[in-house]
C-alpha cells in the first residue's frame, strides 16, 4: 500500500501560519515526521493571498521526496510540477468529474506522467451517498481519462470518505465502492481515502483507534493507497504487518481476520475476539459502528 503524509495541511492552524511566515524550521519539522511515508501529501487550499506561489518555496524543502500537489489551483498544481525533477511517483490531488478540471488534470498528469487522484464527485451531483453512484461518476472519469490517452495504472479513485458519525452508512459505502471499483475494471484501477474523514467529530481519544480500524477494513476491500496521519506509529505498523501477514500478537491476529472478513464478504459476527480484552473489545466495537451495525455515541465503549 502506498502511504501519504496528511500532515502539510491548512486545515492546521500551525500549518497553515508556517506556510503563509514561510517559516522553514517548522516546516522541516512536520516533513521530517513524514520520512517513513512514500509520498508527502502538500495541501495548499487555493493557493491565493498569503499562499501565492507557495510551491516555489515550498517543494525545494522537500528534498528528492515523492509528493502529492494537493491544491484547487489547478494552475499551481502545473506550476509546481515544473518544479519537480522526476514527477513519475508524485500526484495530481485532485480531479472531480466536472469536464473542465478534468480535462485541464488528465493532461498534465499525462504531460508530467504522474499519479492523478479522481474524486468521485463533481458539481452537479457533490459527493454521492451510495456505492452505486459514486461508481457512475467513476466510470465517467475512467472512460474520459482512457480516451485522452492515459495510463490506467496512474489512476487513482477516490471514493470520498465521509465523517462515520454523521451518517452511519458512509463507512460501508466507502468500502463497498472500492470493491467495485476493483473488480469493474480490467486491468483493474486503482483507489485511494483520506483517512482521518472517516473520524471527524469522533472523541479525539478514539479517533486514531477508528483511523485504524477503517484502514484495516479498507485494506481488505482492496485499498492501494492511503492518506493518513504520519505521526500514528501505530496505525504505520498495522498497516506493515497486513502486508507481510505476519501478526505476532492477538490484536494484530484481529486485525487480520477483520481485513480478511471483508475481503471474502464474511460477517463481523463469525470473528473471533478474546471478550475480556478491552483493546479487543474496542476493535470490534469501532468495527460494529464503522460497518453500520451500531450507532457512534461518545459513550461507545461502554455499551454492551
Given amino acids: 500500500m502506498i502511504l501519504i503524509g496528511e500532515n502539510v495541511h491548512i486545515i492546521s492552524k500551525q500549518v497553515r501560519s508556517a506556510l503563509e511566515n514561510r517559516d522553514e524550521n517548522f516546516v522541516k519539522k512536520i516533513l521530517k515526521i513524514q520520512q517513513k511515508f512514500d509520498v508527502i501529501d502538500l495541501n495548499v487550499g487555493p493557493a491565493k493571498g498569503k499562499l501565492d506561489n507557495i510551491f516555489q518555496w ?6 528528492d521526496k515523492n509528493l502529492s500537489l494537493d491544491t484547487s489551483n489547478i494552475v499551481a498544481i502545473k506550476e509546481g510540477l515544473k518544479l519537480i525533477e522526476s514527477p513519475k511517483n508524485c500526484f495530481i490531488n485532485s480531479t472531480s468529474a466536472d469536464k473542465e478540471k478534468l480535462e485541464f488534470l488528465t493532461t498534465l498528469a499525462i504531460d508530467y506522467d504522474c499519479n492523478l487522484i479522481a474524486l468521485a464527485m ?40 465521509l465523517p462515520v458519525k454523521v451518517d ?12 467495485m471499483a476493483k473488480e469493474s475494471f480490467d486491468p483493474q484501477v486503482k483507489t485511494v481515502i483520506g483517512l482521518s474523514n472517516i473520524s471527524n467529530g469522533i472523541l479525539s481519544s478514539y479517533r486514531p483507534l477508528f483511523n485504524r480500524v477503517f484502514a484495516v477494513l479498507a485494506y481488505g476491500a482492496g485499498l492501494d493507497c492511503i492518506i493518513a496521519d504520519a505521526r500514528d506509529e501505530k496505525l504505520y505498523n498495522i498497516i506493515k504487518m497486513l502486508e507481510c501477514n505476519n501478526p505476532k500478537t492477538d490484536v494484530e491476529k484481529l486485525y487480520i481476520n477483520l481485513a480478511n472478513m471483508v475481503q471474502c464478504f464474511g460477517e463481523l459476527e463469525d470473528i473471533d475476539f478474546d471478550m475480556e480484552d478491552e483493546e479487543q473489545n474496542l476493535i470490534i466495537k469501532s468495527a460494529q459502528i464503522l460497518l453500520n451495525k451500531r450507532i457512534y455515541s461518545d459513550s461507545f465503549a461502554q455499551l454492551q
Avoid: H, W
Avoid at 467513476?138 to 470518505?161: A, H, Q, R, T
Fill in 58 to 63: 515550498l517543494i525545494p524543502l522537500c528534498g
Fill in 122 to 161: 463533481s458539481k452537479e451531483t457533490g459527493i454521492p451517498k451510495t456505492a452505486d453512484e459514486r461508481m457512475e461518476l467513476i466510470c465517467e472519469v475512467y472512460d474520459y481519462s482512457l480516451s485522452k490517452g492515459m495510463n490506467n495504472e496512474k489512476l487513482f479513485f477516490d471514493p470520498l470518505v
Fill in 168 to 179: 452511519s452508512s458512509q463507512g460501508i459505502e466507502v468500502l463497498n465502492t472500492i470493491k
